[in-house]
């Protein structure tokens, strides 16, 4: 879209939902001295249009406050799967997976953006026996698996995709991933796995910033030119400016047949905080320093909560 073009009414409300995540993750960043800020800043309106516009997701059926966490999976008295607050694993209905599972505050934010979670629920977060773990795990608002190191989720969704389709399903199957997760091997074996088994109801969403946990992409292990790597992998590519609501929404919409669509969404981690520049080249935590830091971030969370228009 270009920068003159004016936004649609449902454009704007997509931005200033992409807008309340980044001011529900600072405030909680700031009750907690620290956090997964920039992620969160990178992947806001990433998130925002997936669950504002482009899946295809039933009510929730989770607790706008959820329950304590009981115990793991498979033990008699396990806590439910967070996926139910992206509704009924229905076959026309689409399933989300979230493969970096640090970015899970970001996911909370989207979700009560969207209704399916109170935001109350977020003072429970990273509490002692919550479900609302600071890393999303299986029992987390809008986790339907634990996704474990990073690289794997590619491939527990390639897998659940090929069984859809065995059954019929006609819902697509979104999975979220950093490009942090492009330095490792087993994303591009799953890839491989889509792309000779055709699975063209596989959308992959990659938030491209650049950053990964030992500084920039770039200087750890370099992986661009990412379009060209993943066409050579079988994958149909579309890549757009990940801050805007208008070309994430028409990219996530393009069609494809007989190949996954990977979306690459080019995004950068101060993002609505500019502030954040001063921690470059490291933003993967964010710390809370000083009166000063506390000071600055507890301004742009006034002017983030305005834009947002969070009451």
Not at 24 to 39: A, F, H, P
Not at 67 to 86: I, K, Q, T, W
Not at 261 to 267: E, F, S, Y
Not at 277 to 302: C, K, M, N, Q
């Amino acid at each position: 879209m270009n920068a003159a073009t004016p936004l649609s009414e449902r454009h704007m409300a997509l931005a200033r939902r992409a807008n309340q995540i980044r001011a529900l993750t600072l405030e909680q960043v700031l009750v907690q001295g620290g956090g997964y800020l920039g992620q969160a800043c990178s992947s806001a309106e990433i998130l925002a249009v997936l669950l504002g516009s482009a899946m295809r997701l039933g009510p929730s059926r989770g607790p706008a406050e959820p329950e304590p966490f009981r115990s793991v999976p498979g033990a008699p008295d396990a806590s439910p799967s967070g996926a139910r607050y992206l509704g009924d694993r229905a076959p026309a209905l689409d399933r989300f997976f979230l493969s970096p599972s640090h970015y899970a505050i970001a996911l909370y934010a989207a979700l009560i953006g969207d209704g399916r979670l109170d935001r109350r629920a977020l003072l429970e977060l990273n509490v002692d026996g919550s479900s609302l773990e600071m890393i999303g795990a299986e029992h987390s608002p809008g986790c339907e698996l634990t996704t474990g190191s990073f690289g794997q989720a590619l491939s527990q969704a390639a897998g659940i995709a090929w069984a859809r389709r065995k059954a019929g399903d006609t819902g697509r199957t979104w999975v979220f991933l950093s490009d942090g997760e492009m330095q490792e091997g087993q994303t591009w074996e799953a890839l491989q796995f889509l792309a000779f088994h055709r699975l063209d109801l596989v959308r992959v969403v990659v938030d491209v910033n650049g950053q990964q946990v030992d500084g920039r992409m770039e200087d750890v292990m370099r992986v661009e030119p990412l379009q060209d790597r993943f066409r050579a992998f079988g994958a149909a590519v579309v890549r757009v400016d990940g801050h805007d609501v208008a070309a994430l929404e028409e990219a996530f919409a393009t069609p494809t047949e007989g190949a996954p669509l990977v979306v690459l969404a080019d995004t950068h981690p101060t993002t609505g905080i500019p502030r954040l520049l001063e921690r470059s080249p490291r933003f993967h935590y964010i710390r809370v320093r000083d009166e000063a830091d506390i000071a600055g971030l507890t301004a742009d969370l006034d002017r983030l909560t305005t834009e947002a228009r969070i009451a």
